[in-house]
């Protein structure tokens, strides 16, 4: 009865090579999120997406792609990752609208070698 | 620019005694705050918010927090630490100026709970 879950947890790679990561929400929310926690622990929005609309695309290299297949599913692929990506990837989810809250996947640990 | 600020890396606190993480927001408009909890190698659980109402909210596990807008404080309180609440905490404002309502986070405080 997992909420927000990702695949896979860990992701170790090498250079140059192309990855996806997965999420899935059961929670009947309309509005999807990708964060990435750097090695200091901050968090920082990279997309949104609300119905399979991209509706936040921060400042993210466009060697990352969202694509949202259903409003359930939101997925994150990586293009000749960089020693850089190396952080940890959060997804999360929310019912649209001005108070209500995220909730978050238990995150996927990429490292790039 | 909507922003938060978390003052303190860290907090530490004997197991019993009260506690008190820090976080102050800028915001136009109405603020929209949060609290999540990350375990070490763990997601973030949401402890609780602040939308609108009465300025002290309850939360998960004990948490509560206090809004205060002229001071532009939403900081994190617990009468009474226990070992297992140590983690690292978020404080977040909801970023309604960019309409895409997405959640703006300090930059986390690890609270030490010590036996």
């Known amino acids: 009865d997992t909420a927000v879950s990702q695949t896979p947890k860990y992701l170790v790679t090498q250079m140059g090579n192309d990855k996806s990561i997965k999420c899935e929400q059961n929670l009947g929310h309309d509005t999807m999120y990708w964060y990435k926690q750097d090695s200091k622990k901050f968090l920082k929005i990279m997309f949104s997406y609300n119905n399979k609309e991209l509706i936040i695309n921060e400042t993210v290299p466009n060697r990352f792609s969202p694509k949202s297949p259903d409003k359930a599913h939101l997925n994150l692929h990586i293009n000749s990752l960089e020693l850089g990506d190396s952080a940890v990837y959060f997804c999360a989810s929310s019912q649209e609208g001005r108070g209500d809250t995220q909730y978050f996947g238990p995150g996927t640990r990429l490292t790039v070698l | 620019a909507q922003s938060v600020a978390q003052p303190e890396d860290q907090v530490n606190v004997a197991e019993g005694n009260p506690l008190t993480v820090k976080c102050t927001y800028s915001v136009s408009g109405n603020p929209y705050l949060f609290w999540y909890v990350q375990y070490p190698n763990r997601g973030l659980q949401f402890l609780l918010k602040?939308?609108?109402?009465?300025?002290l909210v309850k939360g998960s596990y004990g948490f509560e927090a206090e809004f205060n807008k002229s001071q532009t404080s939403f900081h994190l309180k617990k009468p009474s630490a226990l070992v297992s609440d140590s983690a690292l905490y978020f404080c977040?404002?909801?970023?309604?100026?960019?309409?895409?309502?997405?959640?703006?986070f300090g930059q986390g405080t690890t609270l030490q709970v010590k036996p």
């Open positions: 977040a404002v909801r970023d309604w100026a960019s309409n895409t309502g997405k959640l703006i």
């Open positions: 602040y939308i609108t109402g009465d300025n």
